[in-house]
């Protein structure tokens, strides 16, 4: 068991363009949603569509091709690890988030030029 470790594979939707920003660091960041659907029938036999919205995190060279090529609505399959942190808000409420780092992204519904392993 030593050799599972913080691993994810998604593949979805883009709910908005990626926000990118240089951060504090010098580095650049991109930030984005991406939604999943997953199908199921419930105990009465009725088809139910269920999606689950991500927050994706994408840095430096991974941040510059979302940047040029990821749209609202693109499709895409990324592999990433979850991270979680808090912080406190203005108010002083401390806020919890969880966020998938992308180690890797694939473009799914691009011609072939923009198809993109990274």
Excluded: C
Excluded at 3 to 9: A, D, E, F, I, P
Excluded at 61 to 88: C, D, F, H, P, W
């Amino acid at each position: 068991m030593s050799s599972l470790k913080n691993l994810v594979h998604l593949v979805g939707h883009l709910g908005a363009n990626p926000e990118v920003k240089v951060a504090s660091n010098g580095k650049k960041v991109a930030k984005f949603s991406l939604a999943t659907n997953e199908s199921y029938t419930n105990a009465k036999g009725e088809k139910k569509d269920e999606t689950t919205w991500h927050n994706l995190v994408a840095w430096e060279k991974t941040a510059e091709l979302a940047e040029k090529y990821l749209k609202k609505g693109k499709e895409v399959m990324i592999q990433g690890k979850i991270s979680n942190r808090n912080y406190e808000d203005s108010n002083g409420v401390k806020k919890y988030i969880s966020e998938i780092i992308i180690d890797e992204m694939l473009f799914l519904n691009s011609g072939p030029k923009e198809n993109s392993n990274v």
